[in-house]
C-alpha cells in the first residue's frame, strides 16, 4: 500500500478548500443529526465524494492529473489505453463489433487514446458510451473528446444512465470500484461493529461504532466464515456491497462481450489478511496519501481496494464468467506493451515512453498492486491480456 503522510506533512488547504470542506462538512453533520447522530461509512463516503454541488466528484476541484489530487494508469501513460484498445480490439474481434461502455472516464484521456488506437487497427466500436457520475469531469471529457477527429468524436456518447438495451462489446472500468462508497467495520469480541461516522462533543466528525446493520453483519460473515483464521480483535477494514449491484446491472445490460476491471486490489484472502489490520482505506490529497477520510472533507479523494473475490462471485451470481485475472503488469506485457515501447522512433520519446512503461508495470510502482480482471458473456477467450498470468486460482 502506499504509505500514509503523516497529518504534520499534508499540504495545507486554501482559503477557498477550507471554505467548502467546512460547508461539506456542515452538510453531513446536518445529515447525522436527521439520523440520529450517527451515520454509516458508505452514506459518509457517498456524501463526501458525490452529494451534489459539494462531493469531491461533484464540485468544480481538479481531482486527477498533476493539478489535482492523484494520477491514474491512463493519464500517466498514452501506453495504458493502447494497451486496453488492443485487449479491446480482441473482444470486439469475437462478437462481430459492436459498443464500448465506459463507467467513470476521468478527464476522458483513456477514451481518446482507445478510440485512436482502434482506428489505427481498423477495429472501431460502432458507439463509445460514457457513463459517468460527476457532471464536472463529463464536462472535461467532452473537451477532450472534441480535440479528437470528428469521424472518432461522433461515436462517442454520454449517457445519463444504464443502458436499457442489451449490448454486445467492451465494457471498460478503470478506479472506478474503489470509488464506489463502501463500508468500514472492526471486529470486536461481541462481533462485528460498523464503523460510522458520529460528531463530537466539540462539533468535529469522528469514527464512531455501532452494531452493525444486518445486511452489513450477513455480508462479514460470510467472508469471516470463509477464512482461515478468526480476524483479531480491532482488526478494522472495509467491505462494498455495491461491488454485487454494479456487477448485476452490468451483466443485465452485457449480451455478449466482455467486462474489464482494473483497479487496485486483492482476492480476498489477501485483502483480509489478519496482517492487513488497519484496512486499505486511502485518501488523496495533493499527491499525498493518508489515512483520514474525516479530514479535508469535499476536498480529497477517497478510496478502498477492490476485493476482487467479492467481484468473482457477484459475477457467477450474474452469470457472467470470470475470463481472466492478473497483475497489471501481465495483462500490459500480455497485451504488448513493450512492442509499442520499441516502435517509438525518436530516441527521447522512446525513452519518456520506456520511463513511463516501467512505472505501469514495476511491483513497487502501479504493476502489482493493481490488477485486471476480464468477465464475460458468450465470449470464450483466451484473452491475449493473459497471456502471460492467470490468477484466477487465487480468488
Ligand atoms: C478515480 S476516478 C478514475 C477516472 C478514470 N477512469 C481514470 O482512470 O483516469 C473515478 C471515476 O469514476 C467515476 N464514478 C464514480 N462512481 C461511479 C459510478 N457509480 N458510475 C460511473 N462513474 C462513477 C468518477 O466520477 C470518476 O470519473
Same mark, same amino acid.
Given at each position: 500500500?502506499?504509505? @500514509?503522510?503523516?497529518?504534520?506533512?499534508?499540504?495545507?488547504?486554501?482559503?477557498?478548500?477550507?471554505?467548502?470542506?467546512?460547508?461539506?462538512?456542515?452538510?453531513?453533520?446536518?445529515?447525522?443529526?436527521?439520523?440520529?447522530?450517527?451515520?454509516?461509512?458508505?452514506?459518509?463516503?457517498?456524501?463526501?465524494?458525490?452529494?451534489?454541488?459539494?462531493?469531491?466528484?461533484?464540485?468544480?476541484?481538479?481531482?486527477?492529473?498533476?493539478?489535482?489530487?492523484?494520477?491514474?494508469?491512463? /493519464?500517466?501513460?498514452?501506453?495504458?489505453?493502447?494497451?486496453?484498445?488492443?485487449?479491446?480490439?480482441?473482444?470486439?474481434?469475437?462478437?462481430?463489433?459492436?459498443?464500448?461502455?465506459?463507467?467513470?472516464?476521468?478527464?476522458?484521456?483513456?477514451?481518446?487514446?482507445?478510440?485512436?488506437?482502434?482506428?489505427?487497427?481498423?477495429?472501431?466500436?460502432?458507439?463509445?458510451?460514457?457513463?459517468?457520475? @460527476?457532471?464536472?469531469?463529463?464536462?472535461?471529457?467532452?473537451?477532450?473528446?472534441? /480535440?479528437?477527429?470528428?469521424?472518432?468524436?461522433?461515436?462517442?456518447?454520454?449517457?445519463?444512465?444504464?443502458?436499457?438495451?442489451?449490448?454486445?462489446?467492451?465494457?471498460?472500468?478503470?478506479?472506478?470500484?474503489?470509488?464506489?462508497?463502501?463500508?468500514?467495520?472492526?471486529?470486536?469480541?461481541?462481533?462485528?461493529? #460498523?464503523?460510522?461516522?458520529?460528531?463530537?462533543?466539540?462539533?468535529?466528525?469522528?469514527?464512531?461504532?455501532?452494531?452493525?446493520?444486518?445486511?452489513?453483519?450477513?455480508?462479514?460473515?460470510?467472508?469471516?466464515?470463509?477464512?482461515?483464521?478468526?480476524?483479531?480483535?480491532?482488526?478494522?477494514? /472495509?467491505?462494498?456491497?455495491?461491488?454485487?449491484?454494479?456487477?448485476?446491472?452490468?451483466?443485465?445490460?452485457?449480451?455478449?462481450?466482455?467486462?474489464?476491471?482494473?483497479?487496485?486490489?486483492?482476492?480476498?484472502?489477501?485483502?483480509? =489478511?489478519?496482517?492487513?489490520?488497519?484496512?486499505?482505506?486511502?485518501?488523496?490529497?495533493? =499527491?499525498?496519501?493518508?489515512?483520514?477520510?474525516?479530514?479535508?472533507?469535499?476536498?480529497?479523494?477517497?478510496?478502498?481496494?477492490?476485493?476482487?473475490?467479492?467481484?468473482?462471485?457477484?459475477?457467477?451470481?450474474?452469470?457472467?464468467?470470470?475470463?481472466?485475472?492478473?497483475?497489471?503488469?501481465?495483462?500490459?506485457?500480455?497485451?504488448?506493451?513493450? #512492442?509499442?515501447?520499441?516502435?517509438?522512433?525518436?530516441?527521447? #520519446?522512446?525513452?519518456?515512453?520506456?520511463? /513511463?512503461?516501467?512505472?505501469?508495470?514495476?511491483?513497487?510502482?502501479?504493476?502489482?498492486?493493481?490488477?485486471?480482471?476480464?468477465?464475460?458473456?458468450?465470449?470464450?477467450?483466451?484473452?491475449?491480456?493473459?497471456? =502471460?498470468?492467470?490468477?484466477?486460482? @487465487?480468488?
Amino acid at each position: 500500500m502506499t504509505p @500514509s503522510t503523516p497529518p504534520s506533512m499534508l499540504p495545507p488547504l486554501t482559503p477557498e478548500e477550507a471554505e467548502h470542506s467546512a460547508r461539506v462538512e456542515a452538510s453531513i453533520r446536518r445529515r447525522i443529526a436527521e439520523a440520529g447522530g450517527w451515520i454509516d461509512f458508505e452514506t459518509f463516503m457517498e456524501l463526501a465524494l458525490y452529494a451534489p454541488g459539494l462531493g469531491y466528484y461533484s464540485a468544480g476541484s481538479a481531482k486527477l492529473g498533476p493539478a489535482g489530487d492523484f494520477i491514474t494508469a491512463p /493519464e500517466l501513460s498514452e501506453l495504458f489505453g493502447r494497451c486496453v484498445a488492443r485487449q479491446c480490439a480482441e473482444i470486439l474481434a469475437e462478437t462481430g463489433g459492436g459498443d464500448i461502455v465506459e463507467f467513470g472516464a476521468g478527464t476522458g484521456r483513456m477514451a481518446a487514446v482507445v478510440l485512436q488506437a482502434l482506428a489505427e487497427l481498423d477495429a472501431l466500436p460502432e458507439r463509445y458510451a460514457i457513463l459517468e457520475v @460527476s457532471a464536472d469531469l463529463g464536462a472535461r471529457q467532452r473537451e477532450r473528446i472534441g /480535440e479528437l477527429p470528428p469521424a472518432l468524436a461522433e461515436r462517442v456518447i454520454w449517457l445519463d444512465r444504464w443502458p436499457a438495451e442489451p449490448v454486445r462489446g467492451v465494457v471498460l472500468a478503470n478506479e472506478v470500484l474503489d470509488a464506489l462508497a463502501c463500508q468500514r467495520f472492526v471486529s470486536r469480541p461481541g462481533g462485528i461493529q #460498523a464503523l460510522g461516522v458520529g460528531v463530537a462533543p466539540e462539533g468535529h466528525l469522528v469514527a464512531l461504532e455501532r452494531p452493525a446493520e444486518l445486511r452489513l453483519a450477513a455480508a462479514c460473515e460470510a467472508i469471516l466464515s470463509g477464512l482461515p483464521r478468526p480476524l483479531p480483535e480491532g482488526y478494522r477494514s /472495509e467491505l462494498c456491497l455495491r461491488v454485487e449491484p454494479w456487477v448485476r446491472g452490468v451483466a443485465d445490460f452485457l449480451e455478449r462481450g466482455a467486462v474489464l476491471i482494473l483497479d487496485y486490489g486483492l482476492p480476498r484472502s489477501h485483502y483480509y =489478511h489478519p496482517d492487513r489490520g488497519e484496512g486499505t482505506l486511502r485518501c488523496h490529497f495533493k =499527491h499525498r496519501a493518508h489515512d483520514d477520510p474525516l479530514a479535508r472533507v469535499g476536498v480529497q479523494d477517497i478510496t478502498a481496494w477492490v476485493d476482487f473475490t467479492r467481484v468473482a462471485e457477484a459475477a457467477d451470481a450474474a452469470g457472467l464468467e470470470v475470463l481472466g485475472f492478473a497483475t497489471q503488469a501481465a495483462f500490459l506485457l500480455g497485451t504488448g506493451i513493450e #512492442a509499442l515501447v520499441a516502435r517509438v522512433g525518436d530516441p527521447a #520519446a522512446r525513452a519518456r515512453a520506456a520511463s /513511463e512503461a516501467r512505472q505501469l508495470l514495476l511491483p513497487g510502482e502501479m504493476g502489482e498492486a493493481f490488477k485486471v480482471m476480464a468477465l464475460g458473456r458468450e465470449c470464450s477467450g483466451p484473452l491475449r491480456g493473459y497471456a =502471460h498470468q492467470d490468477l484466477r486460482v @487465487s480468488l
